[in-house]
T-cell receptor, first 110, second 115 residues
Framework: QKEVEQDPGPLSVPEGAIVSLNCTYS??????FMWYRQYSRKGPELLMY????GNKEDGRFTAQVDKSSKYISLFIRDSQPSDSATYLC??????????FGSGTRLLVRP | DAGVIQSPRHEVTEMGQEVTLRCKPI?????LFWYRQTMMRGLELLIY????????DSGMPEDRFSAKMPNASFSTLKIQPSEPRDSAVYFC?????????????FGPGTRLLVL
């Protein structure tokens, strides 16, 4: 079993839809949770960072962490075609070693 | 700043050949990371350096892989001998500090195909 599980998609939604992306994990030592966005043929870039449990909002993006369920989510409101990318969840413990999910490919149709 | 620079961008080689991937981190960044990305395994950390010193190489798949950082502005990842299963996109990333909330800046990647 992988430490971090993520549905690979692809997920196709119409422009303006609310998108929900999720990851589950098995290592209870993870305290740091991130979402990276990767456009085609580019390197990943940090989108959201959350420490421990709770919610964090940044514009159209909301990250949620439920440590009791070992489950994290990223919500995108009013999705735009420019949001089309692969979204990678990532997690870490005190060792500063990022463990990535395999990524969910998102396509927002105009 | 030009960002993280990787070369070559594409590499096609035959099984058994030596492959050397190169990375120039962003100036002033003390941490350098090598990742490998495949469809099957996703993005995996291979090794990372702090101030040119390897800190964690537990992700290096086997002895065929080696990484060096002779100075603050240059790192190499070498595969010798290469095998078809090494085909992947290899990313180099750098960051100023070891803080998760600070992004690791990724290079454009090297697409390696081993025939």
């Amino acid at each position: 079993q992988k430490e971090v599980e993520q549905d690979p998609g692809p997920l196709s939604v119409p422009e303006g839809a609310i998108v929900s992306l999720n990851c589950t994990y098995s290592n209870s030592a993870f305290q740091y949770f991130m979402w990276y966005r990767q456009y085609s043929r580019k390197g990943p870039e940090l989108l959201m960072y959350t420490y421990s449990s709770g919610n964090k909002e940044d514009g159209r993006f909301t990250a949620q962490v439920d440590k009791s369920s070992k489950y994290i989510s990223l919500f995108i409101r009013d999705s735009q075609p420019s949001d089309s990318a692969t979204y990678l969840c990532a997690m870490g413990d005190s060792s500063y070693k990022l463990i990535f999910g395999s990524g969910t490919r998102l396509l927002v149709r105009p | 700043d030009a960002g993280v620079i990787q070369s070559p961008r594409h590499e096609v080689t035959e099984m058994g050949q030596e492959v050397t991937l190169r990375c120039k981190p962003i100036s002033g960044h003390d941490y350098l990371f090598w990742y490998r990305q495949t469809m099957m395994r996703g993005l995996e950390l291979l090794i990372y350096f702090n101030n040119n010193v390897p800190i964690d190489d537990s992700g290096m798949p086997e002895d065929r892989f080696s990484a060096k950082m002779p100075n603050a502005s240059f790192s190499t990842l070498k595969i010798q001998p290469s095998e078809p299963r090494d085909s992947a996109v290899y990313f180099c990333a750098s960051s100023r500090r070891a803080l998760y909330q600070e992004t690791q800046y990724f290079g454009p990647g090297t697409r390696l195909l081993v025939l």
